[in-house]
């Protein structure tokens, strides 16, 4: 899909990186389409949250607020061999690499 394309908004909303911030009005928007964290009008409320969410996430040990968010890229899934197949190294073992940089 080009991204001349009037459509394309949605196959970034799809398919796309997600933006560091989201924050949407569920009940005017219950398909989360129109992401209100970029405006101005939202940043009072988008602190509040955030005062509320980092002390909780760092109670609960998540990589992501303690700077270790990778750990979530390199995990392997679950069709190894199907990855060794398409990209044509049968010796790979992404367990093995997973376990070498974050431990068993």
């Known amino acids: 899909m080009s ?8 196959f970034e909303l799809s398919f796309g990186k ?3 911030e989201e924050l949407y ?15 101005a009008a939202y940043a009072e ?3 509040d949250l955030a005062e509320q969410m980092e002390p909780e996430l760092t109670a609960q040990g998540d ?6 968010g990778e750990i979530f890229d390199d995990h ?8 060794q197949k398409v990209y044509q190294r049968p010796d790979w073992d992404p367990v093995k690499v997973f376990d070498e940089k974050f431990g068993p």
């Open 3 to 10: 991204q001349n394309d009037p459509q394309y908004h949605y």
């Open 76 to 83: 392997p899934n679950g069709r190894i061999d199907r990855q």
């Open 18 to 20: 997600r933006p560091a």
């Open 45 to 47: 409320i988008k602190r």
């Open 63 to 68: 990589p992501r607020i303690l700077g270790k």
């Open 25 to 39: 009005d569920m009940t005017s928007d219950p398909g989360c389409v129109n992401n209100l964290a970029p405006l």
